[in-house]
């Protein structure tokens, strides 16, 4: 099993920037394979950010050029730096993780999840 924690959620203004985190423990923690999900109010869960097979980022369109996703291995930590952030960006941020993914960015894949974090974008 692998318990996530993310963190660095928060309130900005639209053209702003927010990195949050997500921290993976337990004993395989650094077998698992981490990826950024976002869920606004009323809509369905979406895949953000993940890294695929080969270790080449996969991003979902509407954040393309504005988020870049990072792990520091050493210390099982998943980032995803947000610029320019928009109003469209407002959702509760959770990190989700599996040992297998054949598709990185769906929400079907991933058996772990951490208990989000919010981010919220101000016009």
């Known amino acids: 099993q692998v318990q996530l924690v993310e963190s660095g959620g928060g309130s900005v203004q639209a053209g702003g920037s927010l990195r949050v985190s997500c921290t993976a423990s337990?004993?395989?923690?650094?077998?698992?394979?981490l990826a950024w999900f976002r869920q606004a109010q009323g809509k369905d869960r979406e895949g953000v950010a993940a890294?695929?097979?080969?270790?080449?980022?996969q991003y979902t369109n509407s954040v393309k050029g504005r988020f870049t996703i990072s792990k520091d291995n050493a210390k099982n930590t998943l980032y995803l730096q947000m610029d320019s952030l928009k109003p469209e960006d407002t959702a509760m941020y959770y990190c989700?993780?599996?040992?297998?993914?054949?598709?990185?960015?769906?929400?079907?894949?991933?058996?772990?999840w951490g208990q989000g974090t919010q981010v919220t974008v101000s016009s």
């Open positions: 989700a993780g599996a040992l297998r993914v054949s598709v990185p960015l769906s929400r079907s894949e991933y058996d772990y």
């Open positions: 890294f695929d097979v080969d270790g080449r980022p």
């Open positions: 337990g004993s395989s923690a650094s077998w698992y394979r």
